[in-house]
């Protein structure tokens, strides 16, 4: 199978079988957003979610977060992972919006990643979901699952796979694509043990059609 029979058939999969995929993250603005997917860097949507809510009642704006300090932050976000790097984050990326964006989220991936806290992979999920750009987060699941199946060729960087997917998919598609590959890492090809006997991509998933792994 080619690279591009696989992705044409990945496509029309997930496009009748996952019409509909969005951010598991819960926000109401684009600034609620940048301060959940900083939160949610090695630790769980579900965990964010969990207490996102009081800290988005706390510090509504980036005016407010931005003369708050990291120790009053911390209370709010310690259960995440490393809580007191994100409350520094958290903070200064706050100042940032004030100072240089008249607070507001910026749209390009430049002025994102010199945001505190804010990495690539951040800088796309916000330019995919918020101002819909045809962009490419790639996470853990995204770069696991992209090797796996063989939409990638042992890519060993997220960078790498991001350029690769990016080439493949349709710009128009990218937004979209991005949550197929995000949700179908995360509820069935897991990391450990992934649950091929629940797949619909068992015939295009190199994985899969391995012979040593007696499926």
Not at 18 to 46: G, R, W
Not at 65 to 92: C, H, I, M, Q, T
Not at 190 to 207: F, N, T, V
Request: charge should be positive.
């Amino acid at each position: 199978m080619t690279q591009k029979e696989r992705y044409t058939r990945l496509i029309a999969w997930f496009s009748e079988n996952m019409p509909v995929a969005e951010t598991e993250l819960h926000y109401e603005n684009p600034f609620h957003l940048l301060i959940a997917v900083i939160l949610s860097a090695q630790c769980t949507d579900k965990r964010v979610n969990m207490i996102t809510p009081k800290l988005f009642e706390a510090f509504p704006t980036p005016e407010v977060l931005a003369v708050s300090s990291p120790d009053v932050v911390f209370e709010y976000v310690r259960s995440v992972s490393y809580p007191s790097s994100k409350s520094k984050y958290l903070v200064g990326m706050a100042k940032l919006l004030v100072e240089n964006h008249n607070s507001e989220v910026p749209s390009t991936l430049e002025e994102l990643v010199k945001l505190p806290g804010v990495g690539r992979k951040t800088a796309n999920v916000i330019q995919s979901v918020i101002f819909d750009k045809p962009a490419m987060a790639v996470d853990t699941h995204v770069f696991r699952l992209s090797n796996r199946i063989g939409l990638t060729k042992n890519s060993k960087t997220p960078y790498e796979t991001e350029k690769t997917l990016v080439k493949n998919f349709p710009n128009k598609l990218l937004p979209i694509a991005h949550h197929w590959l995000i949700l179908h890492g995360r509820y069935v090809c897991l990391a450990r043990s992934p649950k091929c006997s629940e797949c619909g991509l068992r015939d295009i998933c190199a994985y899969y059609q391995k012979p040593t792994k007696g499926k």
